[in-house]
């Protein structure tokens, strides 16, 4: 094995050290499958047992042939010249079955001396067993998985010096070192460790992660070349290989999968760039990280949001921080975020705000009734029907919320015939509230919860009845008849200028819309209409584009062009909403102002300003009052910037309905399947209807005709999870009609007798699809 020698401060180097027998490769195996053990590392003939006699031995009589993986872990545990001498004369050695066990004791003798400081510099030897370890890494490695953290923590703690880093990257550690997160991040998380018995803690992980960033930064910080490429390539190969192996559509993401997807956050910028935008590598990254965002999975629902396993709070992050997300919102990667990400990071920012506040008021009373003072007023007391009276005995429990407890959700009686001016009163709108000397408006008290009912209806509020309120709430503010809307030539809706001459209190309603359109963004509640493109760009407070108000870039065109006969064109300095016998002065006395050539650039200007900002001003001022009760200025803004003009016109208005994408999302209760006669009628029937009756179903089933970003493969409960659409067998004769559960998307079918049987039912059905009751 040749001479060992202690260098200064205990270092170990090799003088005339064994070499493996054959040219190894460092464990670059990974890079292009698994890589084979067999020629030249470690092997000893199986041994009898554990002789009480052998502990009497030297070190350097010790029989190799006959060592035993525990007494040769005792033999190795204090470092010294003749222990180094034993492990070089064991390391590298013969092929076999017990080639892996021994292969980890000499691993495991490094990590002991390491953590003490007997060992400080490596030399191949040494590089190679902790890489073949790291590359070995699996269940029948140590008998105690407790000892596979020790040896990741070495190397963690050895890189940190460059010459240790700059070996360790030539010997292949990245690729291997993922393979050992792999194959242990359940470890990391739940194992004990240490003496103490303690759980690692989140020190450890980050040391972890911070050891895999620098030799990241060692290798992109290299000169473009053979060398550099040499190093990236492998592993940008092993994370392909571990994306593809996840299974997506079965949901089989685990925790584990999750802890190794937020170590890799230092090589995620870099990979995404090397990877084609349109490749299935670029897809199956988008799929996974979205669901690691926020996994939308009950077995997760546990977890708080600070947990490991929840990373949407890291694109909060500053770019420097670690385990950042931040470059997500980059606009080089903005790609990479669905809408419907887009929209759960928009809940997971409410839920946070909410539990602040929530916490803030428990200590706030608590302190009040010790000093034997009220408690503090609710500034959404008009809002929630039930505050804690003043008085009342502190309760340990009431730091927790309990999701079950109805009396602190936010109440709202909606009656379908005259809602407007009933919510305006419940929702404390402003003109509306019973203190007429109040100053602000109060945010909503939403974390509880928000339960709907409708008055004279029997039905209770899991989803359903929320989502058909607020679009019945919207189109009657929307409605043409009312005053306060409009509808452009494609039948979107926008603000009518002319609305607060015609509605007295425009500005009361105009502040419910915006509550409504917070409610929609937040539960995915839809809108019975499209906003039009200038009203969605006001709302992301976006510039104003010509082309989004139709015709106006021809006619301001048409009135610049020197051969345009301006006389014929009987324009005035004022505009006129026919309808409402309303006329607006673009300038003081614009009415009796012709246009001409001369002033013709005076009225593009006013004219311009008129269509894209005045006209605005009152109806957005007042929305966004609304809007931000539900929604705080700060959270919507930074949402707004995550997302484009078109996915918001999704969040707001939802997807049409695709039958496919509908058909493949669809879960069959028993005894019920896709093969069942009742369920091929269905798709059939579906299938032969109209747009409009496809929307009017769907309504039915759900509440609301929209469908969520994502298609249906994202459709949600009121707590966030997963909700599947469910096709199932009502236990009533076929003289019934089909019943819809809205709450969970579930559709019950009667045994009906034949495809048109069940046609005609159901569309009967569709035809009440507004009112609840109990079936």
Request: negative net charge; hydrophobic residues 40%.
């Amino acid at each position: 094995a040749g001479e060992a020698t202690a260098g200064e401060g205990g270092e170990a180097t090799a003088a005339n050290g064994a070499q493996p027998s054959r040219e190894d490769n460092g464990g670059q195996d990974e890079a292009g499958g698994e890589g084979g053990l067999e020629g030249g590392l470690l092997f000893m003939h199986d041994s009898s047992g554990d002789s009480s006699a052998d502990d009497d031995e030297s070190d350097s009589a010790c029989p190799v042939a006959t060592i035993t993986a525990k007494r040769l872990r005792k033999k190795l545990r204090v470092f010294s010249p003749a222990v180094l001498k034993l492990w070089r004369s064991i390391i590298f050695r013969g092929k076999g079955e017990r080639f892996v066990e021994l292969l980890a004791e000499c691993a495991f003798a490094i990590a002991a001396w390491s953590r003490v400081g007997s060992v400080t510099k490596l030399d191949d030897e040494m590089v190679l067993c902790l890489i073949r370890c790291l590359q070995k890494s699996n269940s029948a490695l140590f008998n105690d998985d407790v000892d596979f953290i020790h040896v990741l923590m070495a190397v963690v703690r050895l890189v940190e010096d460059p010459d240790n880093r700059a070996k360790m990257l030539q010997r292949g550690v990245l690729p291997n070192l993922l393979k050992g997160l792999r194959n242990c991040a359940h470890l990391l998380l739940h194992l004990d460790i240490g003496n103490d018995g303690a759980s690692i803690d989140n020190q450890r992980l980050l040391e972890l992660y911070n050891s895999l960033k620098r030799l990241w930064d060692s290798c992109v910080n290299m000169p473009e070349g053979e060398e550099r490429s040499s190093l990236v390539e492998p592993m940008f190969a092993a994370i392909t290989r571990w994306l593809a192996g996840l299974h997506l559509k079965e949901l089989d993401i685990f925790e584990d999968d999750i802890v190794v997807f937020r170590f890799l956050i230092p090589i995620w910028p870099a990979y995404l760039k090397h990877i084609k935008l349109d490749s299935p590598e670029a897809l199956r990254f988008q799929g996974v990280c979205n669901w690691v965002l926020m996994p939308s999975d009950p077995m997760f629902d546990h977890l708080d949001a600070g947990s490991w396993t929840r990373l949407m709070g890291h694109l909060d992050m500053a770019p420097t921080e670690d385990f950042s997300l931040a470059f997500l919102l980059e606009p080089d990667y903005i790609w990479v975020l669905t809408p419907a990400s887009k929209q759960k990071y928009l809940q997971y920012r409410m839920d946070i705000l909410q539990q602040e506040r929530h916490d803030r008021e428990v200590a706030e009373r608590r302190t009040a009734q010790e000093a034997g003072a009220p408690g503090p007023s609710n500034p959404a007391s008009a809002a929630d029907p039930s505050p804690a009276p003043a008085g009342d005995p502190p309760q340990e429990e009431a730091e927790e919320y309990d999701p079950q407890d109805e009396p602190g959700r936010l109440h709202l009686v909606v009656d379908r015939q005259a809602p407007l001016m009933d919510l305006c009163k419940q929702l404390s709108i402003t003109g509306y509230t019973e203190n007429d000397g109040c100053t602000g408006v109060p945010a909503l008290k939403l974390l509880p919860g928000i339960s709907i009912h409708f008055r004279n209806e029997d039905g209770h509020d899991e989803g359903g009845p929320l989502r058909e309120a607020v679009p019945l709430i919207l189109k009657q503010l929307f409605s043409v008849k009312h005053g306060l809307f409009e509808l452009t030539d494609d039948q979107c809706v926008q603000p009518r200028w002319s609305g607060p001459r015609l509605v007295g209190d425009s500005a009361a309603q105009y502040e419910l819309c915006g509550t409504m359109i917070g409610l929609a963004l937040l539960y995915r509640a839809y809108s019975p209409t499209r906003f039009s493109t200038m009203f969605l760009r006001k709302l992301m407070r976006q510039p104003p584009v010509e082309s989004d108000e139709p015709g106006m870039d021809e006619k301001l065109r048409m009135i610049r062009d020197p051969q345009t006969d301006l006389d014929m064109l009987c324009i005035t300095f004022c505009v006129s909403d026919p309808p409402a016998n309303v006329t607006h002065d673009l300038v003081p006395q614009g009415r009796n102002m012709d246009l001409t050539r001369e002033n013709a650039e005076l009225y593009c200007t006013v004219y311009t300003e008129w269509m894209f900002e005045k006209r605005w001003t009152m109806a957005m001022d007042h929305i966004f009052t609304g809007l931000h009760r539900v929604i705080p200025a700060n959270i919507f803004s930074r949402f707004i910037h995550m997302v484009r003009l078109d996915e918001l016109d999704t969040m707001l208005a939802g997807h049409g309905i695709d039958v496919e994408d509908w058909r493949k999302h669809t879960v069959c209760q028993s005894p019920l399947h896709e093969n069942h006669r009742l369920v091929k009628w269905f798709w059939e029937v579906v299938s032969e209807m109209n747009v409009q009756e496809q929307e009017d179903l769907w309504t039915y089933v759900s509440g609301s005709k929209g469908v969520p970003p994502g298609g249906f493969s994202a459709l949600t409960n009121a707590v966030g999870e997963s909700q599947p659409f469910t096709l199932a067998k009502s236990v009533t004769t076929a003289e019934h009609l089909p019943v819809a559960h809205t709450c969970g998307f579930q559709l019950e079918l009667p045994p009906y007798t034949s495809k048109a049987e069940l046609s005609e039912r159901l569309k009967r059905a569709i035809g009440y699809r507004e009112g609840f009751g109990f079936a």
